[in-house]
T-cell receptor, first 116, second 114 residues
Framework: GAVVSQHPSRVICKSGTSVKIECRSL??????MFWYRQFPKQSLMLMAT?????????EQGVEKDKFLINHASLTLSTLTVTSAHPEDSSFYIC????????????FGQGTRLTVV | AQSVTQLDSQVPVFEEAPVELRCNYSSSVSVYLFWYVQYPNQGLQLLLK??????LVKGINGFEAEFNKSQTSFHLRKPSVHISDTAEYFC????????????FGGGTRVLVKP
């Protein structure tokens, strides 16, 4: 159990377009999902916390109008990178918290975004 | 707020040799501690976690870690590594009340040589 599916795994888009990344908890319900960003050879940096049915909480320095987060159900959160630019190219990873309050977060497989 | 420091960015090691990855953290509140492994272009897989109780924690794939409260450390060890252990390893902490919101260390790249 505790599978988180992230889609797509890899996407290439043109500069100025928007890209949507989905994060689904397949066998559990998630009141909270987290979105991380990882630059090459670097650690994961938390971008935002997504709560089902309410607005996301963004970390300092993360543009909420650029990285739109929607958590419309207990099993799905989406991250939309709007008007993407080459500097947005990165590895994006989501994690989900089980509503039953388990102490570990479960991670998706990640999405490699390349903006050309 | 918490912070996590992984003292070694890269650790080369020969196959079947032991390996230790160092992790120190700082926090003003009680935390949970985790070690994750990441293979190229993949998400994170949990190796082990410390919540409470015994300070020696055993995880998957033969890994273990020891929590040392006085030294605020959570070092990861494996007595004999395999080629397949080549990966990036991340130490992370979360506040007990923060609901799985993780702060990660910078990562340690383990390269196992034949």
């Amino acid at each position: 159990g505790a599978v988180v599916s992230q889609h797509p795994s890899r996407v290439i888009c043109k500069s100025g377009t928007s890209v949507k990344i989905e994060c689904r908890s397949l066998d559990f319900q998630a009141t909270t999902m987290f979105w991380y960003r990882q630059f090459p050879k670097q650690s994961l940096m938390l971008m935002a916390t997504s709560n089902e049915g309410s607005k996301a909480t963004y970390e300092q320095g993360v543009e909420k109008d650029k990285f739109l987060i929607n958590h419309a159900s207990l099993t799905l959160s989406t991250l939309t990178v709007t008007s993407a630019h080459p500097e947005d190219s990165s590895f994006y990873i989501c994690s989900a918290r089980d509503v039953r309050g388990r102490t570990e977060a479960f991670f998706g497989q990640g999405t490699r975004l390349t903006v050309v | 707020a918490q912070s996590v420091t992984q003292l070694d960015s890269q650790v080369p090691v020969f196959e079947e040799a032991p390996v230790e990855l160092r992790c120190n953290y700082s926090s003003s509140v009680s935390v949970y501690l985790f070690w994750y492994v990441q293979y190229p272009n993949q998400g994170l897989q949990l190796l082990l976690k410390y919540l409470s109780g015994s300070t020696l924690v055993k995880g998957i794939n033969g890994f273990e870690a020891e929590f040392n409260k006085s030294q605020t450390s959570f070092h990861l060890r494996k007595p004999s590594v395999h080629i397949s252990d080549t990966a990036e390893y991340f130490c992370a902490v979360s506040e007990r009340a923060a609901g799985n919101k993780l702060t990660f260390g910078g990562g340690t790249r383990v390269l196992v040589k034949p």
